[in-house]
């Protein structure tokens, strides 16, 4: 299988932004879905002693309101 798909990783990230300056906002949603959910993020953002199901959560959630936001904007709404 070589260095491509998921086998090679060694704990380094992938998931490049494709805008890199998007990563604030990013940030923003990620605390405020966090905040919705009563999950509290670590100062330092390290959250690997947090269970699986607790990260897809606040992650499916992101990816909603990501969604949402696009379809807002698509239908020139620009209302949250």
Same mark, same amino acid.
């Given at each position: 299988?070589? +260095?491509?798909?998921? @086998?090679?990783?060694?704990?380094?990230?992938? $998931?490049? #932004?494709?805008?890199?300056?998007?990563? !604030? !906002?990013?940030?923003?949603?990620?605390? =405020?879905? !966090? +905040? %919705? #959910?009563?999950? @509290?993020?670590? &100062?330092?953002?390290?959250?690997?002693?947090?269970?699986?199901? =607790?990260?897809? @959560?606040?992650?499916?959630?992101?990816?909603?309101? #990501?969604? +949402?936001? !696009? %379809? &807002? +904007? #698509?239908?020139?709404?620009? $209302?949250?």
């Amino acid at each position: 299988m070589g +260095q491509s798909g998921q @086998s090679g990783r060694s704990g380094s990230r992938s $998931n490049n #932004l494709v805008v890199p300056q998007a990563n !604030a !906002a990013l940030q923003q949603l990620k605390y =405020e879905a !966090a +905040q %919705e #959910l009563g999950v @509290s993020i670590p &100062q330092d953002g390290y959250m690997g002693n947090y269970t699986s199901r =607790e990260t897809g @959560s606040l992650g499916g959630y992101i990816t909603k309101r #990501l969604v +949402q936001m !696009a %379809e &807002q +904007q #698509l239908s020139g709404n620009s $209302n949250r």
